[in-house]
């Protein structure tokens, strides 16, 4: 008997072991299998996660960043032991001992879903096999890609150590909000660096993996409370802390930024503006889109923050008069229902929700709560009501007419009511009076026509200051870099610098006559700002008076493929058409490149490429991008002489001769002190030259003073008149003029620097003639001439473009702004001649007056 029982339980162990050597054999043919074809996890080894790419000032504070996935890589050293502790207790608490997979965690989950009838699951991978789930495989929830798992993570603990396997995951762990790794989690619950989370913030971040996107710490606060709990608990129970710890830090409440409780990390960043978006456009074609998005570069800006601030005010303060001076009121073209209209917190909620720009200093969305019989009470965001209440009174609306349905102008408002209604989305600001009172609630309204401006270092090309439009929120569309525009006159300086070295000086007399061109569409007739000609006139008048039939004759006659030639080599156009109408600014560019243009005529005429980036660094800290290639000759010595300054070697390209460059900037300066742009005010020297286009559809004006070069641009998105009275000279010359004083106190200005190989000579500004030493007057003209060349000055070197001189024409032009009356004049032999104001063409011989 006992022989027939060893006998029955010798087959059954026998079978049992056959049985379990072909379950391992099948097993390990399956691992065989699956094992063959995977990822290679060494990759790993060489782990580079898409990382925030930051923008950072001057001074170093981050002023921007962009991201797809918002990511702060940190190395396994710089992560504090709280935060190890509480992923691996709430994830994975044998992560230090078992080989990839955790027999015990699988046993026991498939015992806990076998007892609850598949009612109770829960996962059982570690971390190895996350990271490698994450970085090597699919999310499939299949049993093949989970064979796949157990294999690789067995081999990752093989090759890297706990530490690399642990940084992997904590850096590419999503915890929810488009939180990617535990330090932008930190960022974006608490606001914190890591060295800065208490236990319990630490349990929160690691109760996140569960269920990142259904644990808000807001809209599912007890259920992510219950999960941060249990992570303490295992924290507690793993040998982190003491029960005391324990103890105090579950009775914590659950803090989080999304609740208020902390300010948001975004808050303390300035609004995204023009100046990092045209950062994030231009790198982003350099680089390439996902290294920007996501190679982790920091970025060092050029942008000046407080110079920046001055550019938006300038302008924006410029477009919002104009605007207000038209007298049409559009608002914001949003409005609450009625219903959201019963109390404070329900217009609150709603009003938080509206698109309208909430990047405009001392604007606010508000929203008009009823509608009295003069005027309308409102609810403010972020303004609390008092007793009283908010309005707006009549007195504010009486500028502005409200568009009827039919397109048509209603009449002048008089009362709140003709402009706003119950519900209507509004912008205000707050005016106050001369001792800096409050004095009322004002409307404001985002203006139709636009702008761009933008300022840069005329040595250096850094951009200091960009504003794209009146607000980026309103439209993110750059219109100093983006809109292509007509520049009008603002472009006859490089018509004038071709001239001048083309052998004709700032004293060369052009006619100033009208003139017919036979084109394909027909005869073409430029004519004169002033619809007047000015007969014969000194080269200096013609810019300064932006005399459009002097600079086509200027053109013909050197030729419109050498004024191509110029603007090009300046970077204007990329391909200027050799038309005539093109000497006066009827082609397209943009605001970005004129302005980097004018740079040059203001450091002599070398060439200066426009930056808005200094240096970019890679992840690793290696500089990949330096903009300033200039050398310094003398920074590596210990010290220098008292007074001496480092010297820095430049071996940029020469556009253009220096003498051309400043003959050029010296009759720029002429338009600022008697011309078009006579508004400019500064305290040191400045030129510049303002544009106005046909029917005033585009208005310019670019000056520069030694060192800074500004230029603003104002008109319509789809171009339309301006209207009456719009000039570069009234529009965009305050705007300029606004910036510049600030500029001035920041960064100063001089005398226009004088380069050798020139003299001086006086000469007479009407007519070109040259003027004995010590005369005075109005009249008398310092011109600088190239040494070794002999001028010739008046009538002897008359300049008609091969138009011809058709009739008798005035001899003397006073300019369109200048009292036509008789001058005196001191002659070549130092006699005093008396011109009378109605001298022409005939009264004095070919010769001229010398």
């Known amino acids: ?135 090597l495989l699919s999310g499939d929830k299949t049993v093949e890609r989970k064979i796949k798992e157990l294999i690789l993570s067995t081999r990752l603990v093989e090759s890297l150590s706990r530490d690399k396997i642990l940084e992997l995951y904590l850096n590419e762990i999503f915890l929810g909000q488009n939180s990617y790794g535990v330090a932008a989690a930190a960022q974006t619950y608490f606001n914190k660096p890591l060295s800065e989370l208490a236990p319990h913030e630490a349990a929160t971040l690691a109760a996140m ?43 914590q409440p659950l ?54 601030k001055e550019a938006a005010a300038a302008l924006q303060e410029a477009l919002e008069s104009f605007d207000r001076k038209q007298g049409v009121w559009r608002g914001t073209a949003r409005a609450l229902a009625p219903e959201q209209l019963a109390d404070a917190s329900t217009w609150r909620a709603a009003l938080a929700e509206v698109d309208v720009p909430r990047d405009i200093p001392g604007w606010h969305p508000a929203v008009v709560l009823t509608v009295g019989e003069t005027s309308a009470r409102i609810g403010i965001e972020g303004v609390e009501d008092d007793e009283d209440g908010h309005f707006i009174p009549a007195e504010d609306v009486t500028w502005a007419r409200k568009r009827q349905a039919d397109g048509t102008l209603g009449p002048k408002a008089k009362a709140a009511g003709d402009l706003v209604a119950a519900g209507d989305v509004v912008m205000v600001k707050a005016i106050v009076k001369e001792d800096g009172s409050f004095d009322r609630w004002s409307l404001r309204q985002v203006p139709e026509v636009q702008g761009g401006f933008m300022a840069m270092d005329v040595n250096t090309g850094r951009v200091i200051a960009m504003q794209g439009g009146f607000s980026y929120q309103s439209s993110v569309f750059n219109r100093a870099t983006q809109a292509m525009r007509q520049p009008g006159s603002s472009f006859k300086p490089f018509v004038y610098a071709a001239a001048l070295d083309s052998g004709f000086t700032p004293a060369t007399i052009v006619v100033d006559a009208p003139i017919e061109v036979d084109t394909p569409q027909g005869l073409w007739r430029p004519k004169n700002a002033s619809n007047k000609y000015y007969g014969l006139t000194p080269l200096r008048t013609g810019i300064e008076q932006s005399r459009n039939l002097m600079t086509v004759r200027v053109a013909q006659e050197i030729g419109m493929e050498t004024v191509a030639g110029y603007a090009e080599r300046f970077g204007v156009y990329d391909h200027l058409q050799p038309f005539l109408a093109n000497a006066l600014g009827a082609q397209e560019t943009t605001l970005y490149k004129m302005v980097a243009a004018y740079a040059m005529f203001a450091n002599g005429g070398e060439r200066v490429e426009p930056t808005l980036v200094d240096r970019v660094q890679d992840r690793w800290g290696r500089t990949v991008y330096r903009h300033d290639q200039r050398t310094c000759v003398d920074c590596g010595n210990e010290s220098l002489p008292a007074g001496r300054a480092p010297g820095i070697r430049s071996d940029r390209e020469r556009v253009m001769d220096a003498i051309t460059a400043y003959q050029l900037t010296s009759m720029l300066q002429g338009v600022v002190t008697r011309g078009s742009g006579s508004g400019v005010r500064l305290p040191v020297p400045v030129a510049g030259k303002t544009g106005t286009t046909n029917d005033a559809k585009d208005v310019w004006f670019i000056g520069f003073t030694s060192n800074i070069v500004a230029g603003c641009y104002m008109g319509y998105d789809q171009p339309r008149t301006l209207g009456p009275g719009a000039f570069g000279g009234t529009l965009c010359v305050p705007v300029f003029n606004s910036f510049m004083k600030k500029a001035v106190d920041s960064f100063g200005g001089s005398q226009f620097k004088v380069p050798p190989g020139g003299h001086f000579i006086n000469i007479d500004r009407y007519t070109g003639e040259q003027l004995p030493p010590g005369v005075s007057g109005d009249f008398v003209q310092a011109e600088y001439f190239r040494d070794g060349v002999i001028p010739i000055f008046g009538l002897g070197a008359l300049v008609d473009g091969g138009f011809g001189v058709t009739q008798n024409l005035p001899l003397f032009a006073r300019g369109e702004t200048e009292e036509e009356t008789g001058t005196a004049v001191t002659t070549s032999t130092g006699e005093t001649v008396v011109i009378p104001d109605k001298a022409d063409f005939g009264t004095l011989n070919s010769g001229g007056l010398y």
């Open 255 to 308: 803090r989080s930024v999304q609740n208020g409780d902390f300010p948001a990390f975004r808050e303390a960043l300035p609004p995204r503006d023009y100046f990092t978006d045209e950062i994030r456009r231009q790198l982003s074609r350099s680089f390439g889109e996902e290294e920007f998005f996501s190679g982790g570069l920091a970025i060092r800006a050029t942008v000046n923050p407080e110079m920046q």
């Open 209 to 251: 993996p569960k269920e990142p996107s259904n644990f808000h710490p807001v809209r599912n606060r007890e259920r992510l409370l219950e999960r941060r709990n249990y992570v303490l608990r295992e924290m507690w129970q793993n040998g982190y802390f003491d029960e005391a710890t324990y103890l105090a830090e579950k009775e």
């Open 1 to 135: 008997m006992i022989r027939f029982l060893f006998s029955i339980f010798g087959g059954l162990f026998s079978w049992l072991i056959t049985g379990l050597f072909f379950a391992a054999l099948t097993l390990g043919g399956v691992f065989w299998y699956y094992g063959q074809d995977l990822p290679n996890h060494e990759q790993l080894t060489q782990y580079s996660p898409k990382t925030i790419s930051r923008i950072y000032s001057a001074e170093g504070r981050i002023i921007d960043e962009f991201a797809e996935e918002r990511r702060i890589f940190v190395s396994i050293e710089e992560v504090p032991d709280l935060v190890k502790w509480a992923f691996i207790s709430a994830e994975d608490k044998n992560f230090y001992t078992h080989q990839g997979f955790d027999t015990r965690g699988i046993a026991a989950a498939l015992w806990e879903a076998v007892k609850s009838r598949g009612k109770n699951l829960r996962g059982a991978s570690t971390i190895p096999q996350q990271v490698a789930k994450n970085f």
